[in-house]
């Protein structure tokens, strides 16, 4: 198979390239070319903004694309659908409306509006609204055979968020971890290498259709203690509510002065609780979380990364915790 990757040199497209290539797939990257490209893929410079010009009259048998600026998808579509045979666009679940709602599927769940005509496509204010406009233009263009992979939050080695990594790092330090909310809240992921495999399995098959990349939801319980597991750390975990860190000034999801993973309930109970069903029945595997953390710690070990920073610090984690014992 002839599989053009639009991007390809970093974290999921990268791992995408790897694996496809690990398969005997002919792969090439189509972009700037800022990272380097996984061993044995065609790198192909291009800039987005402007052209694909330096793919011209190339054919594929399948095209992956994860980008999250509809200008972007609308001139990939216009320049290169006569010649792809099948078209794979990686979505994301902020395109969902309605994160009250435990439990919903692909087909029950409201979307956000498309970005405007007028809109800011660079605001990151705009991301599910960008991409909304993103798999409008693809299934305009592809409609149902077109595969759309909306991806709950991506984990693993390679990760540059810090939202996983901090839960890896701390927890790997062992002693006592403060550990937001309550034991019992939903938590969902998807391993780069999961994932990464299933859309590699779609441009074989030409899967069609839109589905939720997730694992199946987890207690936030079963999360740390799976990344426990998985680092071989001896770590205990003092479980905080939600209303003491909000009245802490802890910031949710990620960044500075954060617990990642962690968001206010229950106006967002439905964020990390979808029904995967779906996705495993179209073959989507899931490993366990150790497995995710085990590699992720290795990843960091071994590369010291610079990361986008998020978390508590050590200091700020430790009155934390002094001031619920108080």
Not at 85 to 106: C, E, K, N
Not at 168 to 189: H, N
Request: net charge negative; aromatic share 6%; glycine share 8%.
């Amino acid at each position: 198979m002839r599989l053009l990757i639009l991007g390809g040199t970093a974290f999921l497209s990268r791992q995408t390239a790897r694996q496809a290539v690990a398969r005997g797939h002919q792969v090439t990257c189509a972009a700037r070319g800022s990272a380097p490209t996984a061993d044995g893929v065609e790198l192909v410079r291009v800039d987005r903004d402007s052209s694909l010009d330096a793919l011209a009259g190339r054919e594929f048998d399948a095209v992956i694309d994860v980008a999250r600026r509809p200008s972007h998808v609308r001139r990939a579509l216009d320049e290169l659908s006569d010649r792809v045979g099948h078209w794979i666009f990686v979505s994301t679940v902020s395109v969902y409306a309605d994160d009250l709602a435990i439990g919903r599927r692909v087909e029950n769940s409201p979307l956000l509006a498309p970005l405007p005509a007028d809109g800011d496509e660079t605001l990151p204010g705009n991301y599910g609204h960008n991409k909304v406009s993103c798999e409008n233009l693809v299934t305009r263009r592809w409609g149902s055979a077109a595969l759309v992979v909306r991806a709950g939050l991506i984990v693993g080695p390679d990760d540059p968020s810090n939202r996983f990594p901090y839960w890896v790092s701390r927890i790997a330090r062992g002693g006592e971890v403060l550990a937001p909310g309550d034991p019992a809240d939903l938590v969902q992921c998807v391993d780069v290498r999961d994932l990464a495999s299933w859309l590699v399995d779609g441009a074989e098959k030409r899967l069609g259709g839109t589905y939720d990349s997730d694992s199946p939801p987890m207690t936030r319980a079963d999360f740390l203690d799976g990344v426990r597991k998985g680092v071989g750390a001896d770590a205990t975990f003092t479980w905080v509510p939600q209303e003491f860190l909000v009245d802490h000034q802890v910031e949710e999801w990620m960044g500075p002065r954060s617990l990642p993973l962690w968001v206010k309930l229950p106006e967002n109970a439905g964020f990390m609780s979808r029904d995967v069903t779906a996705v495993v029945a179209a073959g989507h595997e899931f490993r366990d979380i150790s497995d995710s953390a085990a590699a992720t710690l290795a990843w960091l070990r071994a590369e010291n990364p610079t990361l986008t920073p998020a978390g508590l610090t050590a200091e700020e984690e430790a009155k934390l915790l002094a001031a619920w014992r108080g």
